[in-house]
């Protein structure tokens, strides 16, 4: 073998055998991120989104937001004429999921007023913490005062329901929670919305519920008109003489 042959047949044998640079396998490629699984609302958001694209509200209306109470509330622009309102319910919602989705279905409507209805879903028939339903509407009232410092915020009390009928006491509790906020917090306002639905004896009048034993009938929806239309109208009409600086 010439010698020019055998000397760079060591020299690969030296590189090889890690006397030169060591060879490396290549690193294994990242894993890829797994995907996140779409919220169940997703859908009823995009809808607002679409329609506040196609057509952007004019300030100054009633906001009405939460869970299926508002969505389903089906006379409400009627209910609170010659208020214009705009409903953002969207149903099953959570305090949560109302917060997760503020920065994109809130801003926009830039309202003279609130009325705000969750935390129903929240306790539902068995979970007790009635501090973290507050909680909800505390972080709700304070990011929509943080866009319009004199802007009014409307509870509506958590509803006393037969279907739920069982784990009333929590929800009484966050009830006594924002009301108590309510009355230290300017703007903040609590609608009684449970008194007037309530038996004599106490308990939830079954004529208000629609078979379901949760959700509001129309003459459940008569009574929170008849507690809500009046301080609502009021919000708005004093919004008109001096208008949030949007």
Not at 79 to 92: K, Q, S, V
């Amino acid at each position: 073998m010439p010698l020019r042959h055998i000397a760079v047949a060591l020299l690969l044998i030296l590189i090889l055998s890690g006397c030169g640079a060591t060879l490396q396998a290549p690193p294994p490629p990242a894993p890829a991120a797994a995907a996140q699984p779409v919220p169940w609302y997703e859908p009823e958001i995009r809808a607002f989104e679409a329609a506040d694209r196609a057509s952007p509200p004019p300030p100054g209306r009633v906001l009405f937001i939460g869970s299926s109470s508002i969505r389903l509330w089906a006379a409400l622009a009627e209910d609170l004429r010659p208020a214009p309102i705009i409903n953002r319910g969207f149903g099953g919602s959570k305090t949560a999921d109302v917060l997760a989705v503020f920065d994109r279905i809130v801003p926009v409507c830039r309202p003279s007023a609130i009325v705000y209805y969750c935390g129903d879903n929240d306790l539902g028939t068995d979970n007790t913490d009635s501090g973290a339903a507050a909680d909800g509407f505390i972080e709700f009232d304070r990011r929509a005062r943080a866009l319009w410092p004199g802007v009014k915020v409307f509870y509506i009390a958590i509803k006393a329901s037969r279907a739920r009928w069982g784990n009333w006491p929590a929800m009484q509790r966050a009830n006594e929670l924002v009301r108590a906020y309510c009355e230290r917090t300017p703007g903040a306002i609590y609608l009684d919305t449970v008194t007037p639905t309530l038996l004599p004896d106490g308990t939830p009048d079954p004529s208000i519920f629609l078979e379901d034993g949760l959700h509001l009938s129309p003459k459940g929806y008569a009574i929170w008109t008849s507690v809500i239309r009046e301080p609502v109208l009021r919000a708005w009409t004093e919004s008109r003489a001096s208008p949030q600086p949007y």
